[in-house]
């Protein structure tokens, strides 16, 4: 909003335009231009309702990236080894591994991680009672202050099962301490509420950055999800967290694509006018499954039964892996696949049906895991058998593009986050950028349907209720 100021009953003055923004720290140039505007008249420059951009506040920055990419290294590495351990392989992709292992393996290896996890999870709740732990709520709804030793317990415990072959992502552990040593070092900079949620959501938005290798994609979920605003204030601090973040991680993870080895597949009228057409059946899709993640998070075991809820839940992953191995862990070798053009028709459908009901069967046992890899798998099955069948109309168009549109319409719709979604895709797999004019189509499409339907996101739908009784529910 803006008010008009007459200097004086001047006859043929002009009203002189004040903004009623404010940057904040001022322009260290004082002397406007004389157009007698402000930097501050373009709107994504101010710090209105942001945090103020101080040297202390930069010093944190830098060093929560720090933070983030040496604990996310960490967390990977522990990662790759119960995965290396579970199923006895020491090199190449999870896939590769499980379907190396007996049937007999698979199934011990689920029911093991089910009563760690049941157990690990209940004693960390119960003795962590009231501490915060979810870096959503403390962004939205707090002060931005985590609780360092559940979130370390809860990302521990999160790594070591999928490393066993649950089916839930493996980024909510580096995107959870990093929101968490966000939050003790805005303690030691003594940081104002605002600065901390800001710093938070950096360190969140980080984390998912180093694990992925993808500090564009990473500072715009800081800026979208967590945020919620793409200004200046935020995205300078969001990238360069995520930045450091990111390169402090090649200490032990690799500088290549997350999803190596795709094919720059070329652009289409074909796969512009399927993804016209798909846009609105993967938003609706999405916009389900969305419902399914709430209604599961909501109902999911607690108390005494949250011990022996996994054991069952994670069993009964491990012996429909037996013949659908694609399944276990976040999805990542079941989205290579889509991406490579690798499946049937029939393969597809089903890994698409069943991969969202063992990710919802492992959230609802009580375990505590991401949706990213879920949720991107599931697009990019689903979008390969969509393109496989339109491919009978109008042939031409190779199964893996339809699988990369897909992949990024139903991360997108699911995250209500457009922009994040396109470039995780871009980064995850260096490839794609001949496809951005149908993955742009299919992504608005299925976003705008599933923010008119319902307006939930995989995020905003697991937020928790909160109630007094409850140790596994956030304080006030």
């Known amino acids: 909003m803006r008010r008009l100021r007459w200097p004086g009953w001047i006859r043929g003055a002009r009203p002189t335009r004040v903004s009623e923004r404010l940057r904040r720290p001022q322009p260290l140039v004082k002397q406007r231009l004389p157009s007698g ?3 501050m008249e373009q709107p994504n420059i101010t710090s209105d309702g942001s945090a103020i ?77 009231g501490k915060p732990s979810e870096i959503d709520e403390a962004v939205w709804n707090g002060e931005g202050r985590l609780s360092p030793l559940r979130c370390l317990g809860t990302s521990v415990i999160s790594e070591i099962v999928i490393g066993m072959g649950a089916s839930i992502g493996r980024e909510a552990a580096p995107k959870l301490l990093g929101g968490a040593s966000a939050s003790v070092l805005a303690g030691w900079g003594g940081l104002s509420d605002q600065q901390r ?29 967590l945020v919620g605003s793409i200004s200046l204030p935020v995205m300078l601090p969001a990238i360069a967290c995520s930045w450091i973040a990111t390169t402090t991680a090649w200490i032990y993870l690799p500088e290549q694509a997350t999803y190596p080895g795709i094919p720059d597949y070329r652009f289409s009228g074909s796969l512009l006018t399927w993804s016209l057409l798909a846009g609105p059946v993967i938003g609706l899709i999405s916009a389900g499954y969305i419902r399914l993640i709430g209604w599961v998070s909501h109902v999911r075991a607690r108390g005494v039964r949250a011990v022996f809820a996994p054991v069952l839940a994670f069993g009964v992953l491990g012996v429909i892996g037996i013949w659908y191995p694609q399944l276990f862990g976040n999805g990542k070798d079941m989205a290579h696949d889509a991406f490579l053009g690798v499946g049937s028709i029939g393969l597809l459908l ?47 168009s190779p199964a893996g593009a339809f699988a990369m549109i897909g992949a990024a319409a139903m991360i997108g719709a699911a995250m209500q986050a457009p922009l994040a979604a396109l470039a995780l895709v871009l980064e995850l797999t260096h490839s794609g950028f001949a496809l951005m004019a149908p993955m742009l189509a299919a992504t608005v499409i299925a976003t705008a349907v599933v923010f008119y339907i319902d307006g939930y996101s995989i995020y905003s739908a697991r937020l928790p209720a909160y109630r007094a009784d409850d140790p596994e529910s956030p304080p006030a």
């Open 350 to 396: 089903t890994l698409f049906a069943l991969k969202p009901l063992v990710t919802a069967l492992c959230l609802g046992s009580g375990a505590s895991g991401g949706l990213f890899t879920p949720t991107l798998s599931t697009g990019a099955v689903l979008g390969g058998a969509l393109g496989m069948a339109w491919s009978h109309a109008w042939p031409g």
């Open 53 to 129: 951009l101080t040297p202390v506040f930069w010093v944190m920055v830098a060093m929560t990236g720090v933070a983030t990419g040496l604990l996310s290294a960490a967390l990977m590495g522990l990662l790759f080894n119960v995965q290396y351990l579970a199923f006895g392989y020491h090199s190449g992709s999870l896939q590769h591994g499980i379907e190396q292992a007996s049937a007999v393996r698979r199934v011990a290896s689920l029911l093991i991680a089910g009563a760690f996890g049941g157990v690990a999870w209940y004693l960390l709740r119960r003795y962590t009672k």
């Open 37 to 39: 505007r402000g930097a």
């Open 197 to 225: 949620r800001l710093l938070v959501a950096c360190g969140g938005g980080a984390g998912l950055a180093a694990v992925y290798n993808v500090p564009l994609a990473g500072a715009l979920f800081t800026a979208e999800v």
